[in-house]
């Protein structure tokens, strides 16, 4: 568990404070009694969230290659709360639904990300960007891999509901 320092805690204040002075300054509509509706709060925060893991985490590995260990592992811990709350406004907004439906949903999108990386990538690379075609490729068999993880996970799945029906 990482030790709270007042050295610490100086250090990731200002960036806490900024993220609570845009999340007020984003919902003041909502606030002064303005239209905007819960649903859509959730929309934009569920899409904020999940932004802000990517972000933490990147900021973790910067504080890790600059050798300060303790603020990377509590930017990753804070990564990790921001995905909880992603999570828990997924569930609210029901995007979560059984776990055959999540699978096939999740399998649609990595088949659909993985074709759209690789255009990136080809962009990237007819544009000169080395590094974003780096990237795009790379993240392209990231999404080629979660593909056959999650078709297995769907026939291991299948297999596990069929045996139930023809045992009972």
């Avoid at 610490?8 to 606030?31: M, S």
């Avoid at 303790?70 to 909880?84: F, H, N, R, S, T």
């Amino acid at each position: 568990m990482i030790e709270y320092t007042k050295e610490l805690n100086l250090l990731v204040r200002p960036a806490v404070e900024k993220t609570y002075k845009r999340l007020d300054e984003e919902n003041r509509g909502y606030l002064m009694g303005g239209k905007m509706q819960t649903v859509e709060i959730m929309e934009e925060t569920l899409e904020s969230e999940s932004n802000e893991i990517a972000l933490y985490f990147a900021m973790s590995r910067k504080a890790e290659e600059e050798g300060f260990t303790e603020i990377a592992q509590y930017l990753k811990e804070i990564a990790m709360d921001e995905a909880w709350h992603a999570a828990e406004f997924a569930m609210l907004l029901g995007k979560i639904k059984d776990t055959a439906s999540n699978l096939e949903t999740m399998l649609e999108d990595e088949i659909k990300t993985e074709k759209e990386k690789e255009e990136a990538a080809k962009v990237a690379i007819s544009e000169g960007n080395d590094n974003a075609f780096r990237v795009f490729t790379w993240s392209m068999y990231g999404e080629r891999n979660h593909k056959e993880g999650i078709k297995k996970a769907l026939s291991k799945l299948r297999e596990k509901v069929k045996s139930k029906t023809t045992h009972h």
